[in-house]
């Protein structure tokens, strides 16, 4: 069912945002979607040629063939087996080349924090916040994860929020961020590269970004509240919001028949505009400001809300939707079993 935000795919704004974009990136390797056995994820080429790497972000085309795993959910929402998202995610690891690594996940809560993962030594994922070590917690609160330790797999989930993936190939160190609004109000992305350099001495104009799917600015319609706090916190926050005027279409389908109203046609109230945030503008606003190069920033070219094949929605399709995964980590030098609370 349509959430009552859901304004559906405006044409003009879309080739506005389109040539904004285009403007914008100016790396020509986009990312690109990947398929194997049926099962389909996106892939960044600027991320893949480093073979020490492995990420994906995948989409909710599973395994034909694997009854209801063809259906590609990797969140535990509701109406959903722990059982079958598990039998998912070993489906979409194995494929990525992923299976022997130990998954790092957070409790997602649109915040600024961004974690450290590292195994301590007994094994098990220890995650670190602020520069200390917070034990015995196997999935914190938080919305970012940077490691440099191989063997373990960075995760964020997603259903319209952007999964932005960070690699520092010098260092080798590696992050997955999740950034929805209030996250990018908070200005996760760039903490996430700030923690890279306090961390571990990342050059961000050696960084590379991978950005996944998300609700894009043709679907994302918000209230004035939230252009009001972004205007509070970014100069610039006149950028990140265009206002949209709706189709004559669905000025149509949604006014009173003017044969009811008695107006001639063109006489009835004026078509509404509605307001529309720039997410992934706010996103590549905070990439350059902490100070990576355009043409290391790349982009996947998809509105999870435009494409219901491909993608859940939590706009489209309400809370109960599916969830994506974004993923990155550091590939092993030799298959490892590392013992912790989720396997990936
Ligand atoms: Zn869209």
New binding site residues.
Partial sequence: MQSPHYTG?STLLFERVSAQYNTRVTTKVQPKIVSRGGLAWIECPLLARHRWLIHAFSTRRGEPGHGPSADLNLGFTSGETYARIRKNRQIFFRRVGAEHLALASLRQVHSARVYQVKRSEDGELEFRLGGNALPGLTQPEGDALLTDQPGILLSVKTADCLPVLLVDPKRRVVAAVHAGWRGALARIVEKAVGEMRRLYGSDPRTLLAALGPS??A??YEVGQEVEEVFQGCFPQADQFFCKVAESPAAHANRGPLSVLTMLPPGHGPAAKASLHLDLLAVVQDQLRAAGLAPHNVATADF?T??RPDLFYSYRREGSATGRMLAVIGIRPRKPVKVPGPEKA
Avoid: V
Wanted: charged share 25%; proline share 0%; with cysteine.
């Fill in positions: 795919r609700i894009r043709c679907c509105c809300a435009c």
